[in-house]
Nanobody, 121 residues
Framework: QVQLVESGGDSVQTGGSLRLSCQLR????????MGWYRQGSGKGRELVAF?????????SASVKGRFTISREDDKDKSTAYLDMTSLKPEDTGVYYC?????????????WGQGTQVTVSS
């Protein structure tokens, strides 16, 4: 069974750091496109960062220079990491990772369960 499991959310103070992890299990598809969205209270979902199959990275303007996305690929799993530094209260929200995997001749998007990040001032 293919699944996406994420972890790492926590409560920190302004200026702190956190690392989120997102592991794609049960798929033989290598080097998947993976990323994170976040949703703050009363806000829409925002694309935070992604890493493409060729390891090209992209960040939203609000996190560029503070967040770093990376990915480790093993023969039976891929794990994406989101290293977040210099955290601000506006970074608070539920972070959802995703992975695009082959499905029925095309691609489908798997979602993680979400992890809460809270940054207090």
């Amino acid at each position: 069974q293919v699944q996406l499991v994420e972890s790492g959310g926590d409560s920190v103070q302004t200026g702190g750091s956190l690392r989120l992890s997102c592991q794609l299990r049960g798929s033989i598809f290598r080097f998947p496109h993976m990323g994170w969205y976040r949703q703050g209270s009363g806000k829409g979902r925002e694309l935070v960062a992604f890493i493409s199959r060729d390891a090209t990275t992209n960040y939203s303007a609000s996190v560029k220079g503070r967040f770093t996305i990376s990915r480790e690929d093993d023969k039976d799993k891929s794990t994406a990491y989101l290293d977040m530094t210099s955290l601000k209260p506006e970074d608070t929200g539920v972070y959802y990772c995703y992975a695009d995997v082959p499905s029925d001749g095309g691609e489908s998007r798997l979602w993680g369960q979400g992890t809460q990040v809270t940054v207090s001032s």
